[in-house]
């Protein structure tokens, strides 16, 4: 899956969960259980989450639903792993933004 959000510096919690097609229960519960998600709370605490909670975001997705890790086995993976995961995470995400723009050239030949 991959994530577009226009380019801000804050996403509102609704914002998030669209983009992500969850709940936003789901995303307040990994916020719960994963301490690399710090959302800034506003006055009315209104969460709002940054381009760093967001790459965070996708990479918990990743692995909990596309790759089938538990929370925990998630957990161990991200503070064991986390750069490791983190890059080839990046390394997927390029290559399907190229097999996705190559698909668009070849239904135009």
Not at 14 to 33: C, H, P, Q, Y
Not at 75 to 94: S, V
Request: aromatic fraction near 10%.
């Amino acid at each position: 899956m991959h994530i577009e959000l226009p380019e801000k510096l804050y996403y509102s919690i609704g914002e998030v969960a669209e983009a992500f097609d969850v709940n936003t229960s789901l995303i307040r519960f990994w916020e719960k259980e994963f301490d690399v998600l710090k959302p800034k709370k506003n006055a009315k605490g209104n969460r709002k989450f940054t381009p760093t909670d967001i790459k965070n975001l996708e990479l918990i997705y990743h692995l909990v639903k596309e790759r089938g890790f538990t929370l925990e086995g998630a957990k161990i993976h991200l503070k064991e792993n986390k750069q490791k995961t983190l890059n080839k995470f990046e390394i997927i995400r390029k290559l399907e933004t190229i097999k996705s723009e190559l698909l668009k050239i070849k239904d135009h030949l």
